[in-house]
């Protein structure tokens, strides 16, 4: 977990910081700014710190984040398979994430709804990642999918499809 | 003649219902890391989930992580269910409570998908829920969960859920 000057600039995810206007030549320097910012918030969050998440990329609408195996996620204790609860923890994380980094720039963002489709079960003692993609932003409503696999990435694990709130705009 | 057998002590009753119970949750890890218990009112469950630091998400408001929610409503659908397939077992005797571990009860049954409908954000509070077994099939069920805070009518967030059931073992089907 990273600390510093960013950190304290943290209201930026969730609430609206004052109008600015940029030139287009900031413009990227700002979002890369933006993303750093939006993936410490995200690191931050007690309850992805508490499961383990790390955050693997964010930008431009796409987030990947993993969450490597433990006993405390278990729920299945006759298999070791990680608790369908606790990839729906890491999904919503993702996906939230991943409306944070979309270039629409949300000052905010909150899960509506949220379908998990538990395809097979993860294998135990393998770490599970995800990677969410926000696919269109309206002035309100953002709209993202997500993937999870384990190390045969080929076969999904669990797929997931969410709405999220736009809490207003950069 | 009375033939009518005399009902059970009271205690003897809640204590092997009770027992079952305990045993179901506390098997699992993650219900035991978010710290979800249940209470029973005869066969009624209801899930608490007692607030903690490690359960918010955004810590600006701060309100509860999404995915905590969403693994509270699952697990309450889950147990609920799971419950609901024990209950006639136990209550017949072919489930022995004197020797019950873990071992010995059924598998839990398995998600195959849950959808949850966030209605308002997650207060840094106790929060409850309840199941309601839409349908319960030999193979599938439908699970709907309501999850609330302060007030029983003001949900904050409800979930549908689909099951494959555990397959009952030959010896129960025989």
Known sequence: MRAGTQAQRMTLPFAKPAQIKVKISQWNAIMSEKNK????????????????????ELGGGVAVIAMPYDEKLVGDPKTGVVHGGAVSALMDTCCGAAVMSHP???????????RIEYLRAAKPGERITTKATCYHVTRSVAF??????????????????????????? | MNTRPRPEPMQVVKERRDKVLRTLVEDVPYIQFLGIQFERR??????????????IGNPLLPALHGGATAAFLEVTAIITLS????????????????TLDADHLPRLPKTIDFTVDYLRSGLPRDAYARARINRSGRRYASVHVEGWQDNRSRLYAQATGHFVMPQRKPVDAG
């Open chain 1, 37 to 56: 910012a939006a993936g410490q918030f995200i690191e931050a969050l007690p309850h992805s710190i508490a499961l383990g998440m790390e955050l693997e």
């Open chain 1, 104 to 114: 629409s720039n949300p000052a905010g963002t909150a899960t509506m709804d949220l």
């Open chain 1, 144 to 170: 993202v999918r997500a993937t999870a696999t384990d190390a045969d990435a080929e076969n999904p694990v669990a797929t997931a499809t969410g709405t999220f709130t736009v809490e207003g705009k950069l």
């Open chain 2, 42 to 55: 005869g066969d009624e469950l209801t899930g608490i989930l007692p607030f903690k630091e490690t359960l």
């Open chain 2, 83 to 98: 419950w609901g397939l024990i209950w006639e077992d136990m209550e017949s005797g072919t489930l022995d409570v004197k």
